[in-house]
């Protein structure tokens, strides 16, 4: 079992930085893959960035890529995601979910659990 609580959202201008954290709870949180993923009013929740439980690999949506940064600290339980040049169009409320299981997955249907979110909005 794994409960997630997320922090770090806010308002910043387009072009600053924010770095969203993800606390989990439980023994076994080196057993799941994370990811995350953001919705945006009248859209649908859509992915953004996931890690393998291993901390080794991550995979990015095309509109992030190269911006947002995922990474994991195993020994503290936590998830980060670090988001750089930020757009008006980055502005979302962003979720932390878990995968049990090896793979990491875009996919929202695949996790197991999810945060409440986090609001982050960027300014023109």
């Known amino acids: 079992q794994v409960q997630l609580v997320e922090s770090g959202g806010g308002l910043v201008q387009a072009g600053g930085s924010l770095t969203l954290s993800c606390a989990a709870s439980g023994r076994t949180f080196s057993s799941y893959a994370f990811g995350w993923f953001r919705q945006g009013p009248g859209k649908e929740r859509e992915f953004v960035a996931t890690?393998?439980?291993?901390?080794?690999?991550?995979f990015y949506a095309d509109s992030v890529k190269g911006r947002f940064t995922v990474s994991r600290d195993n020994a503290k339980n936590t998830v980060h995601l670090q988001m750089i040049s930020l757009k008006p169009e980055d502005t979302a409320v962003y979720y932390c979910?878990?995968?049990?299981?090896?793979?990491?997955?875009?996919?929202?249907?695949?996790?197991?659990?999810w945060g409440q979110g986090t609001q982050v909005t960027v300014s023109s």
């Open positions: 979910a878990a995968r049990s299981g090896l793979a990491a997955s875009p996919t929202p249907a695949e996790y197991d659990y």
């Open positions: 890690i393998t439980r291993s901390g080794l690999n991550a």
